[in-house]
C-alpha cells in the first residue's frame, strides 16, 4: 500500500493521502486485483478439472471442510478455500494451485445482492452445493422481513445457474426453497436430506450425547452406516452435501464413509474441546450467531438431550429489533432443557426478566471471567458456548480449566484440648 509520510516517518491514512497519490493508489489497487484475477483464471483453465463451490446461510464453512476431506480420503488431489468466501478472496484458492488439481473446493458466502456473480462472473462453476437458505445478512437485502427468505434464496440460486449442463448440482431436499432451485439448472441434480424424495437420504438419526451424530445413509436401496464427530444433529445437512458430492462426482463412497467417522468439525463451528483437567468436553460455536441458526441449536438441545448440559448464551446477530426480548425467549426455552443456562454481554439483560418468572437455573455474568467461575462451580460434563465473533466467550475454556488444576485447600487443623 502507498502511504504518505510525514517527516517523524508516522504513515498517513489512505483517506488523507494528496489527491494525485490517492487517484494513483486506488488504479494500483484496482490493476493489481484485474492481475491477480487474470492469473487465478489462467490457473483455473490449466490445472483445474472441476471447480466445486459451496454456498448456504448455513454450515457452508463445515461443508466445504468435509467436502475437502472426504475427497481426499478418496484419493483426490484438492485445493480448498474455507472461511474465504466473498471479495478477493475467492480467486486466492485458485491462485495457489502449481499443478493438476482434480477439485478445487470453495465457500462462498451471498452477504449482499451481487455477491455470487463476484464468483461467477469470472469462474466456472462445475459443481454447486447449496446447504440452506436462513436470515444471515438479511438487513443487506433492502426487502421487507417477510421477503428476505426469498430474496437471499434468489441471489443464492444464481450460483447453481451457473452450472453448465455438463455439471453437477447437490440441493439439500429438506430446506424448500433450496429444493426448489433444481428447476433452475439443466445440469444433473443430486438431493439429500431426511425426505424420502432425496437421492441420499438419512435415517435412524441419533446424537444422544455422549453419542455423537450417527445415520444411515440410503442411497438407491443400500444402506451405509455413519457415524461422524458431530455433536447433535445441526450439522447433517453439511454431512449429507459433502456425501452426496462424493457420490456425485463418482469417487468411492465407502472410504468417504469411513473417513467421516474421524472427521473433526471446522475449528469454533460446533468443534469440541475436551477438558483435560475437569473431565467436561466443551462445544465451541462462536464463529456465528445470528438469531435465526441459533434458534435452531436451541431447538437441537432435546437431540443432544439436556441433562448433565450448561448453556452458555452471548451475543447474537441479525436482530432488527427487540435484542432482549429475543434473548429472553432462547433462555427460557433452553432453561426448561438444560440444567443451567449463564447469559453474558448483551444476552445477560434478559436475566432480570426470567428471574422474575422464578426461572431459577439461569444466571448473567457479564465478563469471560465470571462465567467460568459459574462454570467450575457445576458439575454439567457438557458445555456449549454459542455466540457471535469477537466475543471473549474463547477464554472460558482456559479459565475453567485452569481453576480446575487449583489445589484443595487443606481442611482446618484441629484443636487439641
Same mark, same amino acid.
Given at each position: 500500500?502507498?502511504? @504518505?509520510?510525514?517527516?517523524?516517518?508516522?504513515?498517513?491514512?489512505?483517506?488523507?493521502?494528496?489527491?494525485?497519490?490517492?487517484?494513483?493508489?486506488?488504479?494500483?489497487?484496482?490493476? /493489481?486485483?484485474?492481475? #491477480?484475477?487474470?492469473?487465478?483464471?489462467?490457473?483455473?483453465?490449466?490445472?483445474?478439472?472441476?471447480?466445486?463451490?459451496?454456498?448456504?446461510?448455513?454450515?457452508?464453512?463445515?461443508?466445504?471442510?468435509?467436502?475437502?476431506?472426504?475427497?481426499?480420503?478418496?484419493? $483426490?488431489?484438492?485445493?480448498? =478455500?474455507?472461511?474465504?468466501?466473498?471479495?478477493?478472496?475467492?480467486?486466492?484458492? &485458485?491462485?495457489?494451485?502449481?499443478?493438476?488439481?482434480?477439485?478445487?473446493?470453495?465457500?462462498?458466502?451471498?452477504?449482499?445482492?451481487?455477491?455470487?456473480?463476484?464468483?461467477?462472473?469470472?469462474?466456472?462453476?462445475?459443481?454447486?452445493?447449496?446447504?440452506?437458505? =436462513?436470515?444471515?445478512?438479511?438487513?443487506?437485502?433492502?426487502?421487507?422481513?417477510?421477503?428476505?427468505?426469498?430474496?437471499?434464496?434468489? +441471489?443464492?440460486?444464481?450460483?447453481?445457474?451457473?452450472? =453448465?449442463?455438463?455439471?453437477?448440482?447437490?440441493?439439500?431436499?429438506?430446506?424448500?426453497?433450496?429444493?426448489?432451485?433444481?428447476?433452475?439448472?439443466?445440469?444433473?441434480?443430486?438431493? @439429500?436430506?431426511?425426505? +424420502? %424424495?432425496?437421492?441420499?437420504?438419512?435415517?435412524?438419526?441419533?446424537?444422544?450425547?455422549? +453419542?455423537?451424530?450417527?445415520?444411515?445413509?440410503?442411497?438407491? /436401496?443400500? %444402506?451405509?452406516?455413519?457415524?461422524?464427530?458431530?455433536?447433535?444433529?445441526?450439522?447433517?445437512?453439511?454431512?449429507?452435501?459433502?456425501?452426496?458430492?462424493?457420490?456425485?462426482?463418482?469417487?468411492?463412497?465407502?472410504?468417504?464413509?469411513?473417513?467421516?467417522?474421524?472427521?473433526?468439525?471446522?475449528?469454533?463451528?460446533? #468443534?469440541?474441546?475436551?477438558?483435560?483437567?475437569?473431565?467436561?468436553?466443551?462445544?465451541?460455536?462462536?464463529?456465528?450467531?445470528?438469531?435465526?441458526?441459533?434458534?435452531?441449536?436451541?431447538?437441537?438441545?432435546?437431540?443432544?438431550? /439436556?441433562?448433565? &448440559?450448561? @448453556?452458555?448464551?452471548?451475543?447474537?446477530?441479525?436482530?432488527? %429489533?427487540?435484542?432482549?426480548?429475543?434473548?429472553?425467549?432462547?433462555?427460557?426455552?433452553?432453561?426448561?432443557?438444560?440444567?443451567?443456562?449463564?447469559?453474558?454481554?448483551? $444476552?445477560?439483560?434478559? *436475566?432480570?426478566?426470567?428471574?422474575?418468572?422464578?426461572?431459577?437455573?439461569?444466571?448473567?455474568?457479564? %465478563?469471560?471471567? *465470571?462465567?467460568? +467461575?459459574?462454570?467450575?462451580?457445576?458439575?454439567?460434563?457438557?458445555?456449549?458456548?454459542?455466540?457471535?465473533?469477537?466475543?471473549?466467550?474463547?477464554?472460558?475454556?482456559?479459565?475453567?480449566?485452569?481453576?480446575?488444576?487449583?489445589?484443595?485447600?487443606?481442611?482446618?487443623?484441629?484443636?487439641?484440648?
Amino acid at each position: 500500500m502507498i502511504s @504518505f509520510a510525514t517527516r517523524n516517518k508516522t504513515p498517513l491514512p489512505t483517506s488523507q493521502l494528496p489527491a494525485p497519490l490517492l487517484r494513483l493508489h486506488r488504479y494500483l489497487t484496482r490493476l /493489481g486485483g484485474r492481475l #491477480s484475477r487474470l492469473r487465478a483464471q489462467h490457473l483455473q483453465r490449466r490445472f483445474c478439472k472441476c471447480h466445486i463451490a459451496v454456498t448456504g446461510s448455513c454450515g457452508k464453512t463445515t461443508a466445504t471442510k468435509l467436502i475437502n476431506d472426504l475427497l481426499l480420503a478418496t484419493g $483426490a488431489t484438492v485445493a480448498a =478455500g474455507v472461511h474465504m468466501n466473498n471479495g478477493r478472496y475467492l480467486w486466492r484458492t &485458485m491462485s495457489k494451485l502449481r499443478g493438476a488439481t482434480d477439485f478445487v473446493v470453495q465457500e462462498v458466502g451471498a452477504g449482499w445482492p451481487g455477491a455470487i456473480a463476484e464468483l461467477t462472473d469470472h469462474f466456472t462453476v462445475d459443481l454447486a452445493v447449496v446447504t440452506t437458505v =436462513g436470515y444471515d445478512h438479511g438487513s443487506a437485502y433492502d426487502v421487507p422481513y417477510s421477503d428476505v427468505l426469498d430474496a437471499i434464496a434468489l +441471489e443464492k440460486g444464481k450460483l447453481v445457474e451457473a452450472v =453448465g449442463p455438463s455439471g453437477l448440482v447437490c440441493l439439500n431436499a429438506d430446506d424448500l426453497r433450496v429444493a426448489a432451485m433444481a428447476a433452475r439448472t439443466g445440469a444433473r441434480v443430486v438431493s @439429500f436430506g431426511r425426505a +424420502e %424424495s432425496a437421492d441420499l437420504r438419512a435415517v435412524d438419526v441419533g446424537a444422544r450425547w455422549p +453419542e455423537r451424530l450417527h445415520f444411515n445413509l440410503l442411497i438407491g /436401496g443400500r %444402506s451405509y452406516p455413519v457415524r461422524t464427530r458431530f455433536v447433535g444433529t445441526i450439522m447433517l445437512p453439511s454431512v449429507l452435501a459433502a456425501l452426496a458430492v462424493v457420490h456425485g462426482s463418482g469417487r468411492d463412497l465407502q472410504k468417504a464413509v469411513e473417513a467421516l467417522a474421524t472427521a473433526e468439525p471446522a475449528r469454533r463451528h460446533m #468443534s469440541v474441546v475436551e477438558g483435560e483437567s475437569s473431565g467436561r468436553a466443551y462445544v465451541v460455536d462462536i464463529e456465528k450467531a445470528p438469531l435465526w441458526s441459533t434458534q435452531l441449536l436451541v431447538d437441537d438441545v432435546d437431540a443432544i438431550g /439436556g441433562k448433565g &448440559m450448561l @448453556f452458555v448464551l452471548g451475543e447474537m446477530s441479525d436482530m432488527r %429489533s427487540g435484542k432482549t426480548r429475543h434473548y429472553t425467549k432462547l433462555a427460557r426455552q433452553l432453561a426448561s432443557r438444560v440444567d443451567r443456562v449463564i447469559l453474558t454481554g448483551q $444476552a445477560a439483560a434478559a *436475566e432480570p426478566r426470567l428471574s422474575l418468572e422464578g426461572v431459577a437455573n439461569v444466571f448473567a455474568a457479564p %465478563s469471560a471471567n *465470571e462465567v467460568a +467461575e459459574l462454570v467450575a462451580t457445576g458439575t454439567e460434563r457438557l458445555v456449549v458456548l454459542k455466540c457471535k465473533a469477537g466475543s471473549d466467550l474463547a477464554q472460558v475454556i482456559p479459565l475453567v480449566e485452569a481453576r480446575s488444576l487449583r489445589p484443595t485447600p487443606p481442611p482446618p487443623a484441629r484443636t487439641l484440648r
